[in-house]
């Protein structure tokens, strides 16, 4: 049977349509800005912990009792204590480090329901504004007592827990299929490069900031945010349909291939269909499992530089950082590669599977080697683990982008809801690897780093055997989404598409004839086959 379909022109005018100076492309380059303070926000205190609390050594010195050697720490190691303000134990800074998950998890779903609501920028700037003023507060309640920073680590997840979700819901209305991959993993590697300078930053100002030094990390990071928030609300819209100085043929070009949104007073999410739907768990497999081992790293990647490879503050944080230079690489190379395999050479749900497999493969191998690699060659240790965190930054053209595949209109929500599940790992790495590690040895480490080795095999398994890459029949509206492309007109080759109401059809698209001259100007072949 073939169909055409095809939408009148008012008047042929052909445009071409803006790339990198697109409207699309400016919430990518301000969410990336965005996410490098959320994460410095989240990490900043995995760095200022180390130099705020007081460490008293042992009468004799530090060691690394292993198979590899006995290493000790290049600074003073009498029974003076060493520098630091505060006399808290282990327990207690693996509470502190967990404590931002407490509260990061009860704002998932919800912060994902409120963007589809309300829009996705009044969502995440308020949120991450509230967080900045939070962490402005953390120097002072820390002097009062280390309850209080407890108390604001817990208001920081609640009010941050809303941030990816609500940028999940921005791409469902900003991000032309083809292109989603490449806008939401630029984007999101803003986190990588948060990681980067917070680490480095943080060891420098805890030596040489003001206030005492580590307090000047709170406050730098803090005040940073605080603008950014200002510039997100002034640059930023919720869709390309109310933003109010987008060109005509970006925007006919987002809303023909994205298809049509419902407006946001009209946005219900169907609850039973999507607890039925099995790419929800698979993804939500993935995502726990990847959240372990990138939470174990990220809470706990300085300490481990500290008490098994004996960096001293200075360079705990540079080197701390070194990891998360190459995963901001791979990040965007994962972007660009899953495009364009995706356009030449494999299915959407095949691109998924190859590149999650090869994050979880590759971190889960070199992680594990790490806890093999003694003090004496940690050099090699810093050199594996930036590898390790390397290949996780495959997962941005993995799972981590697949709740927009098969339901792009509620992909806030369901991220929301994958992400509240593996927020968990946040709240139990954190203090598993301090029940684990009580001496501080490298095989207490290695058996944390077991774990993660693990989890990441599963996963594989998981994401690796049952992921999709379609659009599913319950997450669709009347009209088909397609991939074309800004610069060709071609559209990307798909497996199946659906009308949301009707039998799905398995179709091949000619060629689609992009004009400008109307908000619905496309004419597209089908030649279809009734399944």
């Not at 009860?106 to 920028?121: C, D, I, P, S």
Request: glycine share 10%.
């Amino acid at each position: 049977m073939t169909f055409v379909v095809s939408e009148p022109v008012e008047h042929k005018r052909t445009e071409k349509v803006p790339l990198l100076c697109s409207k699309r492309w400016t919430v990518a380059y301000v969410g990336m800005v965005g996410f490098f303070f959320i994460y410095s926000l989240r990490v900043n205190i995995s760095v200022g912990i180390v130099c705020m609390v007081r460490e008293y050594a042992n009468k004799t010195n530090t060691t690394n009792d292993s198979s590899h050697g006995t290493c000790i720490y290049e600074s003073s190691t009498d029974d003076k204590a060493q520098s630091g303000e505060f006399d808290w134990d282990k327990s207690t800074t693996s509470l502190m480090l967990s404590s931002f998950f407490y509260g990061y998890i009860t704002t998932q779903v919800v912060g994902g329901w409120l963007a589809g609501r309300f829009g996705g920028k009044k969502v995440l700037g308020t949120g991450v504004g509230l967080t900045a003023v939070f962490t402005l507060l953390v120097p002072v309640a820390a002097r009062w007592d280390y309850r209080g920073v407890l108390a604001l680590r817990i208001l920081m997840g609640v009010t941050e827990g809303a941030a990816f979700p609500s940028m999940h819901t921005l791409w469902g209305r900003w991000a032309p299929p083809i292109e989603r991959t490449r806008l939401s993993s630029f984007t999101f590697a803003g986190q990588h490069v948060g990681n980067i300078v917070t680490y480095i930053l943080s060891g420098w100002l805890c030596v040489h900031g003001f206030d005492g030094g580590w307090p000047s990390i709170f406050y730098v990071t803090g005040g940073g945010c605080l603008i950014w928030v200002l510039i997100w609300f002034i640059v930023v819209e919720d869709s390309p349909e109310s933003h109010p100085t987008i060109s005509k043929a970006e925007k006919d070009y987002i809303i023909t291939t994205r298809g049509r949104n419902e407006a946001p007073e009209n946005f219900k999410v169907p609850w039973l269909s999507l607890f039925k739907s099995k790419a929800l768990y698979v993804c939500l497999t993935a995502h726990v499992c990847n959240n372990w081992t990138h939470y174990t790293l990220m809470t706990g990647l300085p300490t481990f530089m500290k008490e098994v490879l004996k960096f001293d503050i200075a360079e705990n944080g540079l080197l701390s950082a070194i990891p998360y230079m190459v995963m901001f690489c791979t990040s965007l190379i994962a972007g660009q590669l899953a495009d364009l395999l995706r356009k030449k050479y494999l299915s959407t749900a095949a691109t998924r599977r190859l590149l999650q497999s090869v994050a979880f493969l590759g971190a889960g191998s070199c992680i594990i080697g790490v806890g093999f690699i003694g003090c004496e060659n940690r050099d090699y240790a810093v050199g594996l683990l930036a590898i390790a965190v390397g290949f996780e930054g495959f997962c941005y053209a993995g799972y981590n982008v697949n709740t927009v595949d098969f339901a792009p209109r509620y992909a806030g929500v369901l991220f929301g809801m994958t992400n509240m599940v593996a927020t968990i790992p946040g709240i139990v790495a954190p203090l598993v690897v301090g029940a684990l590690t009580p001496n501080k040895t490298q095989e207490e480490w290695r058996n944390v780093f077991y774990i993660c080795g693990g989890l990441c095999l599963l996963g594989t398994i998981v994401f690796g055997g049952f992921a999709v890459g379609e659009v599913e029949k319950w997450a669709m509206l009347d009209d088909v989404e397609i991939d074309i492309s800004p610069t060709t007109g071609e559209r990307a080759p798909t497996d199946t598409v659906s009308n949301g109401k009707h039998d799905k059809v398995k179709s091949v698209f000619d060629r689609v004839e992009y004009n400008s001259g109307s908000e619905a100007a496309v004419n597209i072949k089908v030649f279809s086959q009734r399944l």
